[in-house]
C-alpha cells in the first residue's frame, strides 16, 4: 500500500508540474521564453501610414502601436464598469480602452469616430437599442463594426508574417476581445500582440495560445 501511495503522489506531483510549467509558459512567465526580434532583425520590412494626423512625425501606424504599448507599460487594473463620462482613468481599463487610447496617441478621438459611425449607420449596429456616448465605443462588438466599415480586412494566417505590421487590429474570442499588433517579434516572426486581458504582460507573444478571428488595418482618409 505504501508503494501505491508513492505512485499516485508521484503522479500528483509531476502532473502538477506539468500544469505550473503550462502556465508559466502560456503567460510568459517561464524564465527560457526566448529572446524578442525586432523586424529589421528578421529582414521584415516595416510599413508606415502616409499619414501623420497629430503632426508629431511618426506615423499613425507607428503612433497606435505606441499609444497601445503606453497603455500595456501603465497597466492599468482590469475593469470595465460603465463610467459616467465614458473614459475611465488612465489606471484603469480593458482591452478596448487600449483601442482608444493608441488612438488618441495619434491625435484620433477615437470615441468620437465611433459614436459619428453609430448615428449614421444604426443599422450597422442594430443590437444598440439606445446609443451611449459612455460606453459604445468600449463594446468590442461595435469596435469590430466600424473596423469592417473604415478598415482594410486582412489575413489571419500568422506564417505570413509580413503582412502583420505595427498598430494593426486584431480580433479574438469569439468576437470578445482585441488587441493591437505590435513591432517586436518570436524568432518565427510572428507578431507580440499588445491587450488587456487583465494578464501579467500586457505585450506578448499571444498568437501561440490565441487563434486570431479578424484582423485589420486602417485606412486614410476614410472611404
Given at each position: 500500500?505504501?508503494?501505491?501511495?508513492?505512485?499516485?503522489?508521484?503522479?500528483?506531483?509531476?502532473?502538477?508540474?506539468?500544469?505550473?510549467g503550462w502556465l508559466l509558459w502560456s503567460f510568459?512567465?517561464?524564465?527560457?521564453?526566448?529572446?524578442?526580434?525586432?523586424?529589421?532583425?528578421?529582414?521584415?520590412?516595416?510599413?508606415?501610414?502616409?499619414?501623420?494626423?497629430?503632426?508629431?512625425?511618426?506615423?499613425?501606424?507607428?503612433?497606435?502601436?505606441?499609444?497601445?504599448?503606453?497603455?500595456?507599460?501603465?497597466?492599468?487594473?482590469?475593469?470595465?464598469?460603465?463610467?459616467?463620462?465614458?473614459?475611465?482613468?488612465?489606471?484603469?481599463?480593458?482591452?478596448?480602452?487600449?483601442?482608444?487610447?493608441?488612438?488618441?496617441?495619434?491625435?484620433?478621438?477615437?470615441?468620437?469616430?465611433?459614436?459619428?459611425?453609430?448615428?449614421?449607420?444604426?443599422?450597422?449596429?442594430?443590437?444598440?437599442?439606445?446609443?451611449?456616448?459612455?460606453?459604445?465605443?468600449?463594446?468590442?462588438?461595435?469596435?469590430?463594426?466600424?473596423?469592417?466599415?473604415?478598415?482594410?480586412?486582412?489575413?489571419?494566417?500568422?506564417?505570413?508574417?509580413?503582412?502583420?505590421?505595427?498598430?494593426?487590429?486584431?480580433?479574438?474570442?469569439?468576437?470578445?476581445?482585441?488587441?493591437?499588433?505590435?513591432?517586436?517579434r518570436n524568432r518565427k516572426g510572428q507578431p507580440?500582440?499588445?491587450?488587456?486581458?487583465?494578464?501579467?504582460?500586457?505585450?506578448?507573444?499571444?498568437?501561440?495560445?490565441?487563434?486570431?478571428?479578424?484582423?485589420?488595418?486602417?485606412?486614410?482618409?476614410?472611404?
Open positions: 500500500m505504501k508503494k501505491v501511495g508513492w505512485v499516485v503522489a508521484l503522479i500528483i506531483g509531476v502532473v502538477i508540474l506539468v500544469t505550473v510568459n512567465l517561464w524564465p527560457f521564453q526566448g529572446r524578442i526580434y525586432s523586424m529589421e532583425e528578421l529582414g521584415i520590412e516595416r510599413l508606415r501610414a502616409e499619414t501623420d494626423f497629430d503632426g508629431d512625425g511618426i506615423d499613425d501606424y507607428t503612433d497606435i502601436m505606441l499609444g497601445a504599448r503606453k497603455d500595456a507599460e501603465n497597466h492599468p487594473r482590469y475593469d470595465g464598469s460603465y463610467v459616467q463620462g465614458g473614459y475611465p482613468p488612465d489606471e484603469v481599463g480593458v482591452c478596448t480602452d487600449a483601442i482608444w487610447r493608441a488612438f488618441r496617441e495619434a491625435g484620433y478621438d477615437f470615441r468620437a469616430m465611433v459614436d459619428e459611425d453609430i448615428r449614421e449607420r444604426p443599422g450597422a449596429y442594430s443590437w444598440i437599442e439606445q446609443p451611449d456616448t459612455n460606453i459604445d465605443f468600449r463594446r468590442v462588438r461595435n469596435l469590430q463594426t466600424y473596423f469592417e466599415e473604415y478598415a482594410e480586412k486582412l489575413t489571419i494566417d500568422t506564417n505570413d508574417v509580413s503582412a502583420w505590421q505595427p498598430g494593426d487590429i486584431v480580433i479574438f474570442d469569439h468576437g470578445n476581445h482585441i488587441g493591437v499588433v505590435s513591432d517586436r507580440y500582440i499588445i491587450h488587456n486581458a487583465g494578464q501579467p504582460e500586457r505585450e506578448e507573444d499571444y498568437l501561440k495560445r490565441a487563434q486570431p478571428e479578424a484582423h485589420y488595418r486602417m485606412k486614410w482618409p476614410r472611404d
